[in-house]
């Protein structure tokens, strides 16, 4: 089974001595990315990346000083809530190894991620487009088949920009898994967008804890007054709902 995660914009690289990072594998793709971007001016990143003037610098400089070797790993360097409660620095070493084989972070930039990949610092995302193309047809079918490469069951806990990705090239036979996290909010079920990546990181770090084998254990996840809703779920869609 396999997880996968949505990147995040923030970034703070972190060192764990203690772990042995791996390069990424679509670095190929990445230095395509890379030579267009290297070469825009701030003002023309404003528009590509959609930001405004202190965001566009800041990327701006970071695509000038990036290197495609050297970096920290993945998991330790995405710094938005859903890493937050993936929490991957309190993580053992163990469990860090498990994940390199069983949790992907999707990353418009560097393609499929293992958390134990090592990056540098970016910002772009799979909406943006580079010279007219979009993201989703540069990558094209590259995180599809990277994700069912094994055939094993796949867990969606991205957001569905990132979902999107895969979704797109689904063929009958294959298993992809939503996680659904929903709050009673005012007499309704909602999905409340900081909620839910905050349980989706959690969610990520139940399944490297448990090192689980198949989507059946999903249910028994219980954190922060979220559980399982069967009455909600199907085979493609586990909902589990917090009434806290």
Partial sequence: ?????????????????????????????????WDELRALAPHELESVLRVGPRI??????????????????????????????LDAHSLSKWELEYAQEHLRL???????????????PYRLELAHKIGGQSLYGFWDKTFYEDLFAAGEPVID?????????????????????????????????????????MARGAMARFI????????EQLPFFDWNGFHFEGSLSSEVELVFISRE
């Fill in 157 to 197: 806990l991205a957001s569905k920009e990132y979902s999107r990705a895969v979704r797109a090239f689904l063929r009958p036979g294959d298993r992809l898994i939503a996680c659904n996290f929903l709050v009673y909010s005012r007499g309704k079920l909602r999905c409340l967008p900081t909620m839910a990546k």
């Fill in 208 to 215: 490297l804890q448990n090192q689980l084998d198949g989507p």
């Fill in 106 to 120: 999707l990353s418009g930039f560097y393609g499929p991620l293992r958390p134990l990949d090592a990056i540098h």
């Fill in 1 to 33: 089974m396999i997880a996968m995660l949505s990147p995040a914009k923030n970034m703070r690289p972190t060192e764990r001595p203690d772990i042995k990072t791996a390069a990424p594998r679509y670095m190929e793709l990445t230095r395509r990315l």
């Fill in 56 to 85: 566009a610098l800041r990327a701006c400089a970071d695509f000038a000083e990036w290197r495609d070797e050297g970096g920290t790993a993945a998991a330790l360097t995405f710094d938005g809530l859903a890493y937050r409660y």
